[in-house]
Antibody, heavy 120, light 108 residues
Framework: EVQLVESGGGLVKPGGSLRLSCAAS????????MIWVRQAPGKGLEWVGR??????????DYAAPVKDRFIISRDDSKNMLYLQMNSLKTEDTAIYYC???????????WGQGTLVTVSS | EIVLTQSPATLSLSPGERATLSCRAS??????LAWYQQKPGQAPRLLMY???NRAAGIPARFSGSGSGTDFTLTISSLESEDFAVYYC??????????FGQGTKLEIK
């Protein structure tokens, strides 16, 4: 059974940084692209970014609102996915979900999410 | 960037009725469209992918159709657990693979 467990959320001041983690199990992590999706309180879903597998180049893509501020990485030896968030803004307040990629774009399995609150 | 527009924003129906939800893309996404269901306090769940393929474990009362710019999610006979928010998402071309704004399916 696929399990994705996010951690690292919390309260941070505008301009601050935070690193989210996602522990993956139940599948061959090395072979799966991974995606981060977020959801502001009471709002819809927003695609944040993705990372390909090492065999596909390990490259990343980001949504415009987070590009140049957020960095997605992975540690295949630990089955871990990360989201480094820098220069945080109040509009980054959201639940952040770690998901597996399905068919090069969809989110097949989801974690339970971790809440990030950016406020002074 | 491709924009997905869902309609209606809210749909009020009774159990046993048929639900039809729409998603329109600002440009063609071929058949590269998915639907998700989200219940309060839960993570979303993938229902359909590539417009008409049910994800694993999804009941047959859910079906999807469409291609190009117009897509439909149909629930043939609503059950109590189907009342939730539904999102569409495309995976066409380059990211971002944006989502629609959602349709809330509520009990009438």
């Amino acid at each position: 059974e696929v399990q994705l467990v996010e951690s690292g959320g919390g309260l941070v001041k505008p301009g601050g940084s935070l690193r989210l983690s996602c522990a993956a199990s139940g599948f061959t992590f090395t072979n799966v692209w991974m995606i981060w999706v977020r959801q502001a309180p009471g709002k819809g879903l927003e695609w944040v970014g993705r990372i390909k597998t090492r065999s596909d180049g390990g490259t990343t893509d980001y949504a415009a609102p987070v590009k140049d501020r957020f960095i997605i990485s992975r540690d295949d030896s630990k089955n871990m996915l990360y989201l480094q968030m820098n220069s945080l803004k109040t509009e980054d307040t959201a639940i952040y979900y770690c998901t597996t990629d399905l068919h090069r774009g969809y989110s097949g399995s989801w974690g339970q999410g971790t809440l990030v609150t950016v406020s002074s | 960037e491709i924009v997905l527009t869902q309609s209606p924003a809210t749909l009020s129906l009774s159990p046993g009725e048929r639900a039809t939800l729409s998603c329109r893309a600002s440009q063609s996404v071929s058949s590269y469209l998915a639907w998700y269901q989200q219940k309060p306090g839960q993570a979303p769940r993938l229902l359909m992918y590539d417009a008409s393929n049910r994800a694993a474990g999804i009941p047959a009362r859910f079906s999807g159709s469409g291609s190009g710019t117009d897509f439909t999610l149909t629930i043939s006979s609503l059950e109590s657990e189907d009342f939730a928010v539904y999102y569409c998402q495309h995976r066409s071309n380059w990211p971002p693979h944006s989502f629609g704004q959602g349709t809330k399916l509520e009990i009438k």
